[in-house]
């Protein structure tokens, strides 16, 4: 019931009770807020930097991850979603990939998809992907600019790389679409609108083997366990040296003009064998990939980025995504921000890594775990093993 209160007799007439209405107390506590906000913005350059609309956003974006954990069924969800670069033509493999993914782990949880293609997907191929699954899946176009040579490539410089990769044949030697593949996976993907809503991707690519029941959420691991780049990786080895010649002596020039981006307790001991004088070629197998986006569109990678960018190396050479990213990642990050996902079964042709032991039995794995490529002479898993 509203308070009441009793007006004094005016001109002889007889003291009367009336309700009053609290919602004008709340109105005018309000306009003394704006107007004491509105003094204050004019009065302190401080506090109307900090109450502006742009550092709000801001906030809002750093605590994105917070204000958008979903619930499937009872499950706490993250802020998450799986990418799957592939064309029309990949259906086959596509359909394999997503099925196993569905059938072993994401049923339980309904983790958006999003497929992108350099060409427009064709409603077949949407009609048989969308049948695989209850989760939302999104069809999207890669922008020219993100995909093709730029025009300021010198052509016959890039031309020559190509010849002389054909003669020592290296694979995707001669291939200008594979080379705009490892950019747009270095530098563009998480810019893609699609993508831009989420902050965590798990990254599927057609004709590979998922062998093992997931029992617990990949994602949720890495934000909870504040884990950057979990690399999914669960395959590591040395990359073709002719393919990226120049690339240390590039991201050693970053370093040394960009000393700041480079982190304390970092994994330079998974890159070189020398304290950063050369590069062992080891990189995390990019083709499994789960990972925190907005390290990517943060300060240090964009800038890493760009500056290899500028020297063309992409095209010059054959740079790919996998030394890039594990390159960055192991220079930014905190090593322990890193993360070997030793219970994930996995095959990409030619290599598997097939969980051991209890990992194995738990999750109910298909692989023969005697066909493991962890330490095989090629693996660079005990360079991984010896940073910690």
Known sequence: MAPKFTVPALAGMKPRLFMVNPRRYVWVVLLLLLGLHYILRISHESYARTTSLSRLVEQLS??????????????????????????NSDIAGVVSSIQQMEDRFNRKHQYPWV??????????????????????????????????????IDEKKAGAA????????????????????????????????LLLPYKYYWRVEPDVKFFCDIDYDPFLFMQDKNKTYALGFTITMEEFRETITTLWD???EFMVENPQYVAEDNALGFLSNDGGISYN??????????????????????????????????????????????????????KHQLHFFRDIGYRHEPFQHCPQGDDWSRGRCACNPDDNFDYTPASCIKNFDRIF
């Not at 750093?62 to 064309?87: Q, S, W």
């Open 115 to 152: 497929l992108l293609n350099d060409e427009p997907f064709t409603d077949d191929f949407k009609k048989r992907v969308s049948a695989l699954t209850d989760a939302p899946i999104h069809f999207g176009t890669i922008p020219k600019e993100h995909w093709v040579q730029p025009d300021w």
């Open 281 to 334: 070629l080891c990189h995390y197998w990019s083709n499994f990939e789960i990972a925190d986006m907005d390290f990517w569109r943060g300060e240090a990678y964009s800038k890493y980025f760009d500056f290899l960018e500028s020297k063309g190396g992409f095209y010059y050479e054959r740079w790919g995504d996998a030394p890039v990213h594990s390159i960055a990642a192991s220079l930014f990050l905190s």
């Open 62 to 87: 750093l605590n994105r991850t917070i204000l958008t954990d979903a619930y499937y069924d009872g499950h706490r969800r993250a802020n998450a979603t799986f990418v799957f670069l592939c064309r």
């Open 162 to 193: 190509r010849k002389v990769m054909v003669w020592q044949r290296i694979i995707y030697g001669g291939s200008v679409p594979y080379r705009n593949m490892c950019r747009f996976n270095s530098g563009f993907f998480y810019r893609h609108e």
């Open 250 to 252: 590039t991201t050693k």
